[in-house]
């Protein structure tokens, strides 16, 4: 149980475009969902936390009109990277938990590794 | 400010026991995770601790000393499928989740 999947697990596009990322939660509700950023040999960097019908609270130097998330139902969570360049090329990955803070363990979807050229 | 601790890298042996610390500086405390991450992967739950001890799961066991802002990952019979980062993770009194940078262990034959 407690499945995360993530749609791409791979993109390449060119500078100046959109990206849109999926995150489903599959055999649970996830009130609260999380995107995470991860640049090679690094830590993961918390961008944003999402509940489920609300606005996304967005971590300090986060741009939030660049990293576009909608959390529409409890099991579906979608980043959208927009006019990317290649400074955002990263691992980006998302994780769900079944209550409403991290206090209750997150469950990683499988990443997302975006290029742009 | 936060902080957490972890050594950057680590080497052992196929078959031998290896100790991975972790030190936290946190406002407040509501928990430790370890984690793990193989290259390219996204990261997997190994552990949480919330109060003092020794925690055993197989061959993983995680310990934690809250007086110390202290804990730390023990893996035993080290296996090469071992070799990935470990991550400690500490939650604040905000519930919020503070990540470590993350200690990669490589494992030699």
């Known amino acids: 149980g407690a499945v995360v999947s993530q749609h791409p697990s791979r993109v390449i596009c060119k500078s100046g475009t959109s990206v849109k990322i999926e995150c489903r939660s599959l055999d649970f509700q996830a009130t609260t969902m999380f995107w995470y950023r991860q640049f090679p040999k690094q830590s993961l960097m918390l961008m944003a936390t999402?509940?489920?019908?609300?606005?996304?609270?967005?971590e300090q130097g986060v741009e939030k009109d660049k990293f576009l998330i909608n959390h529409a139902s409890l099991t579906l969570s979608t980043l959208t990277v927009t006019s990317a360049h290649p400074e955002d090329s990263s691992f980006y990955i998302c994780s769900a938990t079944q209550g409403e803070s991290s206090y209750n363990e997150q469950f990683f979807g499988p990443g997302t590794r975006l290029t742009v050229l | 400010g936060q902080n957490i601790d972890q050594p950057t890298e680590m080497t052992a042996t196929e078959g031998a026991i290896v100790q991975i610390n972790c030190t936290y500086q946190?406002?407040?405390?509501?928990?430790l995770f370890w984690y793990q991450q193989h290259a390219g992967e996204a990261p997997t739950f190994l552990s949480y601790n919330v109060l003092d001890g020794l925690e055993e799961k197989g061959r993983f066991s995680s310990f934690l000393s809250r007086s110390k802002g202290y804990s730390y990952l023990l893996l035993k019979e080290l296996q090469m499928k071992d070799s990935a980062s470990y991550l400690c993770?500490?939650?604040?009194?905000?519930?919020?989740?503070?990540w470590g940078a993350g200690t990669k262990l490589i494992i030699k034959p």
């Open positions: 993770a500490v939650i604040d009194s905000n519930y919020q989740l503070i």
């Open positions: 999402s509940n489920e019908g609300s606005k996304a609270t967005y």
């Open positions: 946190t406002s407040g405390f509501n928990g």
